[in-house]
Nanobody, 124 residues
Framework: QVQLVESGGGLVQAGGSLRLSCAASGRTFSSYYMGWFRQAPGKEREWVAAVSGLAVSTYYADSVKGRFTISRDNAKNTVYLQMNSLKPEDTAVYYC?????????????????WGQGTQVTVSA
């Protein structure tokens, strides 16, 4: 069982930055692929970024590539999402998720554990 707790959301102006954190419980954190997803009102949950267990590989949705950076610190059981050059269309609830194994997945159903989400609001 893995418990995930996100933090770092908030209100920011367009062009600003935020860093989200996701703290995980458990002693096998490095065996999980970690992903960030987001869900805006009335829209489906969409994949944003993912990082492999040992942080060798990172992947990004086209909509955030070049602006967002995913990273992890396995010693702290924490994954981060640095978000720069934020746009109003980035406004959503952001969720971190954990997937057992060593392959990338971009579909919510392929992830095993989820956090409660943190709100990010970008004003124009």
């Amino acid at each position: 069982q893995v418990q995930l707790v996100e933090s770092g959301g908030g209100l920011v102006q367009a062009g600003g930055s935020l860093r989200l954190s996701c703290a995980a419980s458990g002693r096998t954190f490095s065996s999980y692929y970690m992903g960030w997803f987001r869900q805006a009102p009335g829209k489906e949950r969409e994949w944003v970024a993912a990082v492999s267990g040992l942080a060798v590989s990172t992947y990004y949705a086209d909509s955030v590539k070049g602006r967002f950076t995913i990273s992890r610190d396995n010693a702290k059981n924490t994954v981060y999402l640095q978000m720069n050059s934020l746009k109003p269309e980035d406004t959503a609830v952001y969720y971190c998720a954990a997937r057992k194994g060593n392959t990338l997945a971009t579909v919510p159903g392929r992830y095993d554990y989820w956090g409660q989400g943190t709100q990010v609001t970008v004003s124009a």
